[in-house]
């Protein structure tokens, strides 16, 4: 199960075809067999488990983050019971593979050769998987994702179809009026999108989500820049101060 996942999700990858506008990007369809993908959802860890994702357009009234995450490392997942630990780590180890971050690499090749002027086969980066819950309230306006992520990546977890108007929105600009012109991903069963970041280019947001739509459940992986040493301690430093964050939190 395990080797055929990392297959078919790369393969998904490789399959999407590459669109222009609003920039660089790809919709992913079926990017989780129907059995697998149910057994995700099936083992979600519950809310309990995930930290609070803090920026100012998440704040809700009380103070608390409408943004909560859980970091699929090792060490984070070691702290589920077995059944969703032996899961949550095996398709951690899909995530975190070259394999796949290969396939997004060669998809993405020419915006990300033109960042960063060489071949993407002299380029690594730093694969961050995390587990996202929405709750009502959650939003976030038009950005352009930091210069430190080479490639976003997100999969959307619902369960049904019900929550297809909660996708990203894709702008070609921040300012009106390019940032009316926009082009909205479906938030629909075992898809997801991906885009090299691009600056003053890939810009995207999430509308406000209502009670009535329930909690948004997402797999978001982001690879980071890692061309020199600091960068790469950077991306440690945060794993470390995230382990006792997470200790402290259970």
């Known amino acids: 199960m395990v080797a055929a996942s990392r297959i078919d999700l790369a393969e998904r990858v490789a399959a999407s075809p590459l669109r222009a506008n609003p920039f660089p ?37 009380d103070g608390r983050s409408a943004r909560r995450q859980f970091h699929l490392y090792p060490e984070h997942i070691m702290r589920l019971p077995a059944e969703p630990r032996t899961f949550w780590s095996e398709l951690s180890r899909v995530l975190r593979s070259r394999e796949l971050q290969d396939a997004f690499k060669r998809k993405f090749q020419a915006a ?28 976030i306006g038009i950005h352009g994702d930091a210069r430190s992520k080479a490639i976003t990546v997100q999969f959307y977890l619902p369960r049904d179809e019900s929550q297809a108007h909660l996708g990203t929105v894709l702008h070609e600009g921040r300012d009106e009026p390019a940032g009316l012109r926009s082009t909205r991903l479906g938030f629909r069963p ?60 259970h």
């Open 25 to 61: 990007h790809i919709y992913i369809e079926e990017a989780f067999a129907p059995d697998y993908y149910r057994r995700l959802l099936a083992h979600l860890p519950d809310l309990t488990r995930y930290l609070e994702l803090r920026h100012r357009e998440a704040l809700q009234p």
């Open 112 to 139: 990300i050769e033109q960042r960063f002027r060489k071949g993407v086969e002299r380029l690594t980066f730093y694969p961050v998987p995390l587990l996202l819950r929405d709750l009502p309230g959650y939003r």
């Open 190 to 249: 075992a898809t997801g999108y991906a885009f090299p970041v691009i600056r003053h280019t890939s810009w995207h947001s999430v509308p406000q989500t209502q009670p009535a739509d329930g909690e948004r459940n997402s797999l978001m992986l982001t690879y980071y820049v890692q061309e020199h040493l600091s960068e790469w301690m950077v991306q440690h430093a945060k794993r470390a101060l995230l382990f006792v964050a997470y200790g402290w939190r």
